[in-house]
């Protein structure tokens, strides 16, 4: 389809995303032949700088971050013509004068008013003052065509979340507000609904009948980075429960939609978070396992701990992993506990959802020494981009045992490259199709849900915050939680379990 002429604006162009991810993306949906065919990005920020300048800078971070890199100085030269820097004070209304004279001589050259795309990279506390400023200036007028996008995290709480969302509304209306969760843009999550429903088999087993408990991982090599300072006033539950997982979790347990229509998706969306049983104070304790890291080696490179990070105070409680428990009370998932964590500094970079199913009737066999493994489906999201199914079958050779199996869907084997999530997701942008965004009440929702667990942590500092090695798996209270039910966390492939043969 043809994107009518955009502008782009980006606040924030000097920064890490900006960087590394933003344009690259650009870039990449460029060369697909996928931007609008009259285009342009003005780049926003702080710093003096000149044209020039600015797209050299863009061209040294595509060659460090971009999936396809610059093959010559020419091709690329027709990319960067569409970029412009401008210095901008993000406080000062003469700035945003500044950028309106620009917008409308753009537009005059588009020879129509062009869409406005406005792509808020910025720290959470400057977009109450750039939202006022685009109000003041009208530069987002027209609802059909003008659309910002807010990075996460959108709020703090839920009570900044709703007041963030309150100030939003005053200037742009909810379908033009795009609040990005980059994991909703990754390929293999995308895939869970086209495998749930657009395959006849595996939906009358999705319920609370023949599913056990589910599994969601994602876990991390890094540590923070030289993100210390933000890291430190956020830590696992707000970094990635709170939107990332939560989101996994919802595309995992939603009702069919009716159709792929924004709202239609969004809504059964919603009614998953609105399902996940509130817990009481004193349950927290129980339902949920806070970590942090202390020194260790990851692929046999020795790292420091959490504690001894750029920016981060050598007495902090943040956590950097989270394991905990979710129910969701409605008819399909009834009493089916959802596991999920996730952390910093773990043995290795994996983000996999394990579904597994309940054990079998009657049991008629003997089993080698493993014993009998239950049924999984394994949707591995990345690095690993693969779908498994595991299951029990006869072990060649004389006598009647079993041995698990494992039949496997690599993402690789039909596609060498995917798109990055922020291609996707900039992509829909661009398109007006907000169904991959998150919309107010998700946001706000999935923020109740972690309420009682940020307030229970902050009122009880230290006493339930556990070190574990960096490395490993997390805190020996993460296993801990899922024996107590009889289950373990699972691996994401047969191959690591199956020492045998
Ligand atoms: C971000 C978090 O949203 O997601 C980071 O703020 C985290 O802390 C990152 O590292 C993980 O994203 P990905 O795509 O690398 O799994």
């Known amino acids: 389809d043809t994107i009518k002429p955009t502008i782009i604006l980006v606040f924030g162009a000097t920064g890490d995303l900006a960087k590394r991810k933003l344009f690259p993306a650009f870039y990449n949906l460029y060369l697909d032949g996928r931007m609008p065919e009259k285009f342009e990005i003005i780049a926003l920020g702080r710093a003096k700088k000149d044209d020039e300048t600015y797209r050299s800078d863009v061209s040294n971070n595509l060659t460090a971050f971009s999936r396809n890199k610059i093959t010559s100085d020419k091709a690329y030269q027709k990319f960067a013509s569409h970029i412009t820097y401008l210095q901008n004070d993000i406080d000062q209304e003469e700035s ?14 588009f020879g129509e008013r062009g869409n406005r795309l406005f792509y808020l990279s910025i720290a959470p506390s400057l977009i109450a003052t750039i939202s006022n400023n685009i109000k003041k200036l009208d530069l987002a007028a027209n609802p059909e065509q003008d659309r910002i996008i807010i990075e996460k995290p959108f709020g703090y709480n839920k009570s900044s979340a709703e007041l963030l969302n309150k100030l939003l509304s005053e200037t742009f209306e909810e379908k033009q507000i ?100 509130r817990i009481t104070p004193e349950e927290v304790k129980h339902y949920t396992v806070r970590g942090q890291y202390d020194k260790g080696s990851i692929k046999g490179k020795p790292v420091p701990g959490y504690l001894k990070e750029k920016g981060v105070a050598s007495n902090s409680n943040t956590e950097t992993f989270v394991a905990m428990k979710f129910y969701l009370d409605n008819w399909r998932w009834q009493d089916v506990p959802f ?57 060649p050779g004389l006598s009647l045992s079993l041995k698990p199996a494992e039949m496997v869907f690599d993402y690789f084997s039909c596609s060498t490259q995917s798109p990055e999530a922020y291609e996707t997701l900039l992509l829909d942008a661009l398109q007006g199709d907000p169904t991959l965004f998150m919309r107010s009440d998700q ?38 939680l899922l024996a107590r039910q009889g289950h373990t966390w699972a691996s994401n492939t047969l191959n690591k379990v199956e020492q045998e043969e």
């Open 96 to 109: 945003f004068q500044v950028l309106k004279l620009k917008l409308d001589a753009i537009d005059l050259s």
């Open 178 to 277: 795009y609040r990005i969760d980059h994991y909703l843009g990754k390929e293999t999550v995308q895939n869970i609904l086209a495998f749930r429903f657009g395959n006849s088999m595996f939906e009358p087993l999705w319920n609370r009948n023949f599913i056990d408990s589910i599994q969601i991982t994602v876990a991390e090599e890094v540590g923070v980075e030289d993100r210390g300072g933000f890291y430190e006033g956020a830590g696992a539950l707000r970094d990635m429960i709170q939107n990332h997982l939560m989101q996994i979790l919802t595309m995992v347990a939603m009702e069919a939609p009716n159709s792929l229509q924004a709202d239609e998706i969004r809504n059964r969306k919603a009614d998953v978070l609105k399902a996940i049983r």
């Open 443 to 480: 946001v706000e929702e999935a923020w109740d849900v972690v309420t009682t667990i940020q307030e229970a942590w902050e009122n009880d500092k230290f006493s339930s915050l556990y070190q574990y090695e960096a490395g490993g798996w997390g805190p020996e209270a993460a296993n801990e």
């Open 339 to 395: 596991y999920v964590r996730t952390g910093k500094r773990m043995k290795e970079k994996q983000s996999s959802i394990v579904i597994q199913f309940k054990p079998v009737t009657h049991s008629t066999f003997s089993y080698g020494k493993e014993g009998m493994m239950p049924n999984r489906l394994i949707i591995n999201i990345q690095p690993a981009m693969d779908i498994r199914l595991q299951f029990m079958t006869k072990k």
